[in-house]
Every structure is written in C-alpha cells, then in structure tokens.
C-alpha cells in the first residue's frame, strides 16, 4: 500500500530530517513532464525515512511507515530566492508517499517505482473519465459493459496513433490526440473516382499525419528471407 501524502509542516520537518548522504539518484525509464516546471524530467533522487502516520490521533489509530521521498531540481528557484524565500524547498520539489511495505521487499528505489506505477494508470482512468466513462452509467449494465469495452479500445488506437507519429503527441491525452491528428481541417475533394483529402498548408500537424497515413495504408515492408 503506498499513499500520496500532503506537504503539511510536518511532513516537510521530516523531509529536512532526511541526511544528504540518504538520497540515491535515479532515472526514469520515459520522461515525466512536469507541469509546474514546462518542461521534461528525467532525473530525480530518492530517500526515505521513518514515519507515523494518524500521529495527531489516539495512539491506538497510529500507524508506523516508511515515507518515501522523491525530489527533482527546482527550475523556478531563481525567481522565488529573488522574492526572498531562500530555503531548502526553493532549491527541489518534492514529492512524498506514505509505505506500510516492508523494505525488505521494496527497497526506496523499488517503492518509488511501484508508486509511479500506479500515478500512470490513473492518469489512463483520468483520461478515459474525460472521455467515453464520462457519459456513463446509462442504466443498462449490459450496455455499460459494450461501451466501457469500445472506450478502451478507441483509447488504445488513439494512442497508438499518436506513437506512429514519432511526436510530442506520443504523450499527449486523447483528448489532445483527436483535436490535433483525427480532427482534420480537411476539404474532400473527388475526381476521376479518386478521394483526395486538400489540407491547410499552414496546419502545424500536417507532417504528423501524412506520417501516420502513409505507415497505416502503405503495404508492410518486406521482410528479407
């Protein structure tokens, strides 16, 4: 069980706890972006450190851990020491969960891991709850069940799509994926029993999609014997 916690004060005490010598770099297997810092994130030091959870509470309702810290650099902390805030949280950002596992079987790099795990298959139910599950229930299980199996499927054909393309849309929700390569601003033009699609010269996805037309309707490549 891993849980995200708040950087309440006292949270942030216990991160000042955490010695220098304790964080161990790490390095993501994808990019995370990071929308407060606009830009990709690739890097980033882990620690943990022991915590109690629910200490505010009769002490009968504690419940003893592990918190577990990821930190990446600050990339606004010029401007916020400028506005005379020099201290530890304008040099990283961190972000802590709270652990019962046993480190014997996560160690900190393995529980950050698994966490993040679980922050991308949510960002997946985000997605779909944005899109097709936003429309449900309709009251009719069966019904639900058939449309909850056409939202995933069209949510991994969007997003395979958006990988063929070889752009920044490999990344994007689908959201952003059918405004900017399904939603074509397109004029259908027709001759000699020839369908031909006029697009905008100036349309910034238009590259992108002429790629992902001609990998989807071109032949396979052979393959060498």
């Keep these: ?92 950002r961190f972000h802590a969960f709270f652990t019962t596992v046993d480190p ?35 009251g009719v299980f069966t019904a639900n069940a058939a449309w909850l199996v056409l939202a995933v499927i069209a949510f991994n054909l969007t997003r395979a799509a958006a990988t063929l393309t070889d752009t920044d849309l490999r990344r994007a929700t689908t959201a952003t994926i059918r405004r900017k390569l399904i939603s074509v601003p397109a004029r259908v033009a027709t001759s000699a029993r020839r369908v031909t699609l006029r697009l905008t010269v100036a349309w910034p996805w238009k590259t992108a999609w002429t790629d992902l037309f001609d990998r989807v309707c071109d032949p396979p490549s052979a393959i060498a014997s």
Excluded: C
């Design 104 to 138: 014997a079987i996560l160690d900190t790099v393995a529980a950050d891991k698994t966490h993040r795990g679980h922050a991308i298959i949510e960002q997946v139910h985000a997605d779909l709850k944005g899109s097709a599950l936003a429309h449900l229930p309709s």
């Design 1 to 92: 069980m891993s849980v995200t916690v708040r950087m309440d004060p006292r949270v942030k005490a216990t991160i000042t706890a955490i010695p220098n010598d304790a964080w161990t770099a790490i390095e993501y297997t994808d990019a995370v972006y990071d929308e407060q810092a606009g830009r990709w994130i690739s890097r980033a030091e882990v620690a943990e450190i022991e915590f109690t959870a629910f200490a505010a509470q009769k002490q009968t309702d504690w419940v003893p851990g592990r918190l577990v810290v990821r930190r990446i650099p600050d990339f606004n902390a010029d401007k916020k020491t400028a506005a005379g805030q020099g201290t530890l949280f304008d040099l990283w």
